[in-house]
């Protein structure tokens, strides 16, 4: 057995690296957050202090069983500024007041298809002004809005649909071709097009629904589907309580919005940053949103403008996307101060705030189904921000996916400075919603961790432990693979040939390889505009540069484009089972620094197994 003590070198005696060590590129710089950092994060904070003091303090003292939900907060908002923008789409613009009346007359409309509370609405549909409005309607009935991906088809489509079981399902108009492939279960489907929902909300009441008041905290809100890069989707619940949490933590304590600002999202609203992170954050600080059809890395920053944007949300790969586009005179000629994420690698995080002139990086830590989240509130670089619930970084084994436990049963907690697997407590003021699949929320519960009947959540996420209750995200347990008796993150090897000249996207996973232990590194890369090919003497350089030997790639498969889901995410389970056999595709392999990387030739697998490769 392999345990993963914490520290860089995967040894369990070696000391966790410090400041000064050696490192690679591209690996997460900031060890540690020390009383210096929060200070002068408590200097720049001190603009927003009284938001913070407002709605803070509801990130610990809220209680699932409080009467308030997502609705409800719009609704308060609507309330006390109709005419204030709430909602921004190419060439409309749309009050809180007309948006809570529409929103209202919408949810007349629902009601009158046999909508109740605790039911669920299944929306599919781009991004677009009328998406928005259709999820707020849902939720002020107290129903359950299930976000479907557009980009499902046949029969992945048809398994969401199951699981969703909607009392009926709104589509925009341009989506019934998808629904058409899901087959049987497309057409079983009690289907309200937006077109018919429009029409059938003219003259509809639009007063506020009695039952938006009576909604408590621990009722379900949102289904949001996993967006995995391998198997069917799993649909992980949304309740309006840990809404309500990113509405205090995320909106309240890191994002810090004032009524003038607006927040551009170009992510799709089917997915947890734009239904939750955005919205809530909006919300909190009473400022509109402007909704980006779709994500354009060459149009950025031109809608940013248009729309007077001086936030945005972001997932890490938009970021790299952004920075890798030509500079061009609006990267500064934007509105921006701050922006709101997860996953901006710590390779880029200076480049890009030089760049394009951003004055707070509000990043997070969180996912879909966890119950807790990380915010970067005192606006530290290479942090994914502090948690005041309860969580523990703990040592695992790499070889099986679980955390280790001592001759006790216990978990063993790492050092600061040290990478382990994060877990979450699980209590009643951070319950864990789970999924709809009562089998999969159970998996992923650890149960008897520190002492006898706690339950933690397993994220699956390895962290960075840096002290004063700060985290850095490292990599996924899955992506994270094991080679010559060290555990490669896969994102720094990405991180490193993201440096590389000539290189413009990249993926990078473990294979296995005949008579060897392990998994080797191997990274599929999409060459730059203008470049035809890899200089392998010099590519291997700069990866020795960068990594230690062991995480240098043994084979580079030049590839025409990678798949990504709808969320950046790189598909590699195909490209894992494929291996180095890359088709019609050229693959290039490590001969060692001397030589680089040259053409894949039959005998190199049993040169790797006989330790004659590379050299």
Not at 14 to 26: F, H, I, K
Not at 121 to 128: E, F, K, Q, R, T
Not at 316 to 339: S, T
Not at 502 to 516: F, H
């Amino acid at each position: 057995m392999s345990v993963r003590m914490g520290d860089e070198s995967g040894s369990a005696e070696s000391a966790p690296r410090t400041e000064s060590a050696a490192r690679p590129a591209g690996a997460t710089t900031r060890q540690r957050v020390g009383l210096l950092d929060l200070g002068k994060g408590l200097i720049r904070l001190a603009p927003d202090l009284g938001l913070v003091l407002k709605e803070g303090p509801g990130l610990l003292l809220r209680r699932p069983t409080d009467k308030e939900s997502v609705g409800h907060i719009f609704q308060k908002v609507a309330a006390k500024q109709p005419d204030h923008p709430f909602l921004k789409f190419e060439d409309r613009v749309v009050s809180y007041g007309e948006a809570n009346a529409t929103v209202n007359r919408y949810a007349s409309v629902l009601q009158d298809q046999g909508v109740q509370r605790g039911e669920v609405v299944g929306i599919m549909a781009h991004n677009d002004l009328e998406t928005m409005l259709v999820i707020l309607a849902a939720v002020k009935l107290g129903a359950i809005a299930g976000l479907l991906n557009y980009n499902q088809r046949g029969e992945v489509l048809a398994h969401s649909l199951g699981v969703l079981d909607a009392r009926v399902l709104t589509i925009a108009d341009d989506c019934q071709d998808g629904l058409t492939s899901a087959g049987t279960a497309g057409s079983e489907q009690n289907v309200l097009p937006f077109s018919q929902l429009q029409a059938q909300a003219v003259g509809a009441v639009d007063t506020n629904p009695p039952v938006t008041a009576q909604i408590t905290a621990k009722e379900k809100a949102f289904y949001i589907f996993t967006s995995g890069t391998t198997g069917m989707p799993k649909a992980s619940i949304m309740s309006h309580f840990r809404w309500l949490k990113s509405y205090s933590g995320v909106g309240g304590l890191g994002v810090r919005l004032r009524p003038s600002d607006t927040l551009y999202c170009c992510l799709p609203l089917y997915h947890n940053n734009a239904v939750t992170i955005a919205l809530s954050s909006v919300l909190s600080g009473k400022a509109s949103m402007a909704i980006g059809r779709k994500f354009s890395a060459s149009r950025f920053w031109d809608e940013a403008i248009k729309h007077d944007a001086t936030a945005f949300v972001y997932i890490g790969e938009l970021c790299r996307y952004l920075l890798a586009q030509p500079a061009k005179p609006v990267d500064k000629q934007h509105q921006v101060r701050v922006i709101v994420g997860n996953g901006l690698r710590p390779d880029i995080w200076h480049d890009f705030q030089s760049r394009f002139g951003i004055q707070r990086i509000a990043e997070f830590y969180g996912a879909s189904e966890c119950n807790i989240a990380f915010i970067n509130a005192y606006g530290v670089d290479e942090t994914a921000g502090t948690c005041p619930l309860p969580y523990k970084v703990v040592q695992y084994d790499l070889e099986t996916g679980e955390a280790h436990r001592d001759d006790r049963g216990r978990l063993v907690k790492v050092k600061t400075g040290e990478t382990g697997l994060l877990l979450a407590k699980v209590s009643d003021r951070s319950p864990f919603d789970g999924y709809t699949d009562p089998a999969a929320t159970e998996k992923k519960l650890l149960r008897d961790g520190f002492k006898k009947g706690d339950v933690w959540f397993n994220t699956g996420d390895l962290v960075r432990h840096q002290g004063f209750q700060h985290v850095a995200f490292v990599d996924r347990l899955g992506d994270t693979f094991r080679w010559k008796g060290e555990n490669v993150a896969t994102t720094e090897v990405e991180a490193a040939l993201g440096r590389v000249p000539g290189i413009a996207d990249c993926t990078v996973y473990g294979v296995e390889v005949p008579g060897t232990d392990g998994r080797a590194g191997m990274a599929a890369v999409v060459l730059e505009d203008g470049t035809s090919s890899l200089e392998g003497a010099a590519v291997a350089g700069k990866l020795y540069d960068a990594l230690p030997t062991y995480a240098v790639p043994l084979f580079i498969r030049v590839v025409d484009s990678l798949e990504h889901t709808s969320t950046f995410k790189s598909r590699k389970v195909e490209l894992r089972n494929e291996a180095y056999d890359g088709g019609s595709d050229q693959v290039l392999v490590l001969r060692g620094p001397g030589d680089g990387y040259v053409e894949f030739y039959a005998d190199y697998p049993a040169e790797v197994a006989s330790s004659s490769a590379p050299r």
